[in-house]
């Protein structure tokens, strides 16, 4: 039986050993015609080491997941919930300022998910502008005096977004907000905006498991394009083993732009450069 060298664990394996690697990975997307290495390049035990420690790891908890969510040709079913690892969703405007939301899969939304926020608490902040701050039950601080002048003035100083009433109730009179005649709104954060659309800011951490996952899809285009035997070389051996591994080298060198790039400053003459562009943008 033949047997072949696989481009990241660099073993020789017999031929059953090997099968397809997507250039991008599938999680990213389908695509007509995509690249495929299906010529005895990857090993299946890379090939699965990939799909369960990377791609897995990223399918829920990403930008990209979060697109998925939204777009992929069949929808996901109902109650799936983005991961707040590498991506969170905090409101940007109004009384929405703040708060962290949860994005979670549904059918019956138009945009085939809801937002849900986390239980939070929201005292006022701003009452012109109709602001709060955000706390969980855990972190309410004592209520201060400029704090408490200003619900005095509020006709809704206080909101809960989701947490139990018998449980913040008494954590309010604790840290010194509810005195006198004060209340607070039953209504959740959830309720007020179910027919509203507002401004959210999108955090996003891109971390080494991110970073394994772009260097392996242009390394996987890299032997795509190029050939097997040209990635085979021991000069390609430091990203091999970062993606495949996790190890970092001193060799290795990573730089990210918010911009397109069109030029880039070499670390040194003999150095490679590959490029990986993603585009998260609104409505995209
Ligand atoms: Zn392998």
Not at 222 to 237: A, H, I, W
Request: proline share 4%.
């Amino acid at each position: 039986m033949p047997k072949y060298k696989c481009i990241y664990c660099l073993q020789t394996k017999d031929e059953i050993e090997f099968n397809r690697e997507h250039v991008v990975p599938q999680m990213m997307g389908k695509y007509q015609n995509g690249f495929v290495l299906s010529d005895f390049q990857v090993c299946q035990e890379c090939n699965t080491y990939f799909s369960e420690q990377i791609e897995n790891n990223i399918a829920l908890d990403s930008y990209e997941a979060f697109l998925r969510m939204q777009y992929r040709d069949t929808p996901m079913s109902d109650g799936r919930k983005l991961n707040g690892n590498r991506i969170r969703l905090i409101g940007a405007e109004g009384i929405f300022k703040g708060i962290p939301f949860s994005v979670i899969t549904d059918k019956n939304s138009p945009y085939r998910v809801r937002f849900e926020s986390e239980p939070m608490v929201g005292i006022i902040n701003s009452i012109e502008k109709q602001e709060y701050d955000y706390y969980s039950l855990e972190n309410l601080p004592d209520a201060i005096e400029e704090v408490m002048k200003r619900m005095k003035e509020s006709t809704q100083p206080i909101i809960n977004s989701g947490i139990d009433r018998e449980l913040l109730e008494p954590a309010l009179i604790e840290k010194g907000y509810l005195v006198d005649h004060y209340t607070y709104s039953e209504g959740s954060v959830s309720d007020l905006c179910k027919e509203l659309e507002f401004m959210t800011v999108i955090n996003l951490k891109i971390d080494s498991i991110m970073r394994r996952l772009c260097a392996k899809t242009v390394f996987n285009y890299l032997c795509y394009s190029r050939g097997k035997e040209f990635v085979l070389d021991s000069t390609f051996d430091a990203i091999r083993d970062y993606i495949r591994y996790g190890n970092w080298s001193e060799q290795l060198w990573f730089r990210y732009s918010k911009r397109p790039v069109s030029t880039v400053e070499m670390p040194n003459d003999t150095a490679h450069v590959v490029g990986y562009m993603w585009f998260p943008e609104n409505g995209q």
